[in-house]
């Protein structure tokens, strides 16, 4: 049969090529997409600029932890209201974690993203008159900043999927991990000298205005669509609909409940360490905002290249068929989950408050919480390559969704437990309380994983 493509329109014949074409040969020269991929289309871009934005998200989370230090003492804030503070940035981050994984699977998740990034500046960059205005005020404020940023991750799970090939998404997805850890680490060190030199407010404003710097290299330079996933087009400008997606198949899995612990457990020490660090060193050891913001950075290090040895070491083993996918996963998981818990039950029982604590000299005291602490956010960051790629592995259209719920149940858990631990320190003023619970929630969620985790294919 002869097939004259001269007269068909362009859309036509589109279409018509996709369905001639193998699918593989289509998704890997990414032939056909080429007009919409934008200036940048490699791949490689796409990692980098997700790794940037998940930078600038960290900068902007991170920076209250060192500005409350100050700001409490300007509006008399106890431990119980810092607390406060920082869990409400949570409660918006749990909510649109949650629908925004759907909002990814059913839109362009660049879209979405830049929307989020929209959102999360403006209120960073509305921050310090809310501050003004009073607790209320910043409580909402933090919280609409959580809503923009929950978005984030999930979204970018639905573009690693759309835009990266299959045998380099373990290490991309490190990469993007680790972008926040970079963030952390900017953030800690930046934030106390823009407070020393211009003041809080000023610290919000420029940090605030790097996402729409960011928006102006992003929204011109990606495509739209996935160039990976042909049939991921936009729908109508109607909201996705809860009860379409499968919940009852979503939450009868136990591979789901696995994913949904492991990364509640890690929302719980990833929004501790995020929120409480610098302060940990202020009242453990008397430093002030800049020893203790430069101190909370060297974990930050270790975890950011924790994830991407994990993120490699997981490609490696699997690509080499050395480890099956779920052995690798929960060899990695185990790392970082069994890893971090010694190291914080050492720190716990080694501090001024623990019963090997008396009679040390302080400055040996805060070597080993420092050695401690870097060493359990390095291995933490081993889960990248364990639970927090295993969405990937079971899922392919609802990778985002299932991401995006446990990563809201991830958001709910940091929230609560911030918020308690300031409750903690007010009443016990025990940190060695704080470290054992974190401990043990680290182990609970090990045995969990391996007994209930796979990474074989579970949902489409």
């Avoid at 193998?22 to 990692?47: F, K, T, Y």
């Avoid at 690693?160 to 970079?182: A, D, F, N």
Wanted: aromatic share 10%; net charge positive; hydrophobic share 50%.
């Amino acid at each position: 049969m002869h097939l004259s493509l001269r007269k068909m329109p362009n859309g036509t014949k589109r279409s018509l090529a996709m369905a001639i074409l193998p699918e593989s040969r289509a998704s890997s020269r990414g032939l056909l997409d080429a007009p919409q991929l934008g200036v940048c289309s490699s791949w490689l871009i796409v990692v980098a600029l997700c790794g940037m934005v998940a930078v600038i998200c960290s900068i902007d989370r991170t920076a209250m932890s060192v500005a409350v230090l100050p700001m409490g003492v300007k509006y008399g804030w106890s431990d119980t209201v810092k607390g406060a503070v920082s869990s409400a940035f949570n409660l918006g981050h749990t909510l649109t974690n949650f629908y925004g994984g759907v909002l990814a699977a059913t839109y362009s998740p660049k879209l979405v993203l830049s929307i989020g990034v929209i959102v999360w500046s403006a209120f960073t960059l509305l921050t310090p008159p809310a501050a003004v205005m009073g607790l209320v005020p910043l409580f909402v404020v933090r919280a609409c900043m959580g809503l923009g940023e929950g978005v984030a991750y999930p979204t970018m799970q639905a573009i690693i999927k759309g835009w990266v090939p299959l045998e380099r998404r373990s290490r991309s997805l490190s990469l993007m991990y680790s972008g926040h850890q970079v963030g952390s680490i900017v953030s800690l060190l930046w934030s106390p000298i823009i407070i020393a030199s211009a003041g809080v407010d000023v610290m919000f404003y420029v940090y605030g205005a790097m996402g729409f710097i960011w928006l102006a290299i992003w929204e011109p330079c990606i495509s739209q669509d996935p160039p990976l996933l042909h049939d991921h087009r936009p729908q109508p400008p109607a909201p996705p609909r809860l009860s379409d997606l499968p919940w009852g198949k979503i939450f009868s899995n136990r591979v789901f409940w696995a994913l949904m612990v492991c990364h509640s457990t890690f929302g719980v020490i990833y929004n501790t360490a995020i929120s409480w660090m610098p302060r940990y060193y202020n009242s453990e050891f008397g430093l002030d905002v800049r020893s203790s913001s430069f101190l909370s950075v060297l974990p930050w290090l270790a975890m950011a290249a924790g994830t991407n040895i994990s993120g490699w070491l997981a490609d490696f083993l699997i690509n080499r068929k050395l480890l099956s996918t779920s052995h690798t996963r929960k060899l990695l998981q185990v790392v970082g989950s069994a890893g971090p818990a010694i190291c914080l039950l050492y720190l716990a029982w080694g501090t001024p408050n623990g019963q090997e604590g008396k009679g040390v000299p302080q400055q040996a005291q805060l070597t080993n919480a420092v050695v401690l602490l870097v060493l359990t956010m390095a291995l933490l960051g081993f889960q990248a390559g364990g639970f927090a790629s295993t969405h990937q592995d079971i899922a392919t259209r609802l990778a985002s969704v299932l991401f995006g719920t446990t990563n809201a149940s991830a958001s709910l858990a940091g929230s609560a437990f911030v918020y308690a631990v300031g409750v903690i320190l007010d009443r016990t003023q025990s940190w060695a309380r704080v470290f054992e619970l974190i401990a043990s929630c680290c182990l609970t969620s090990a045995a969990i994983f391996v007994v209930f985790a796979t990474s074989e294919p579970q949902f489409d």
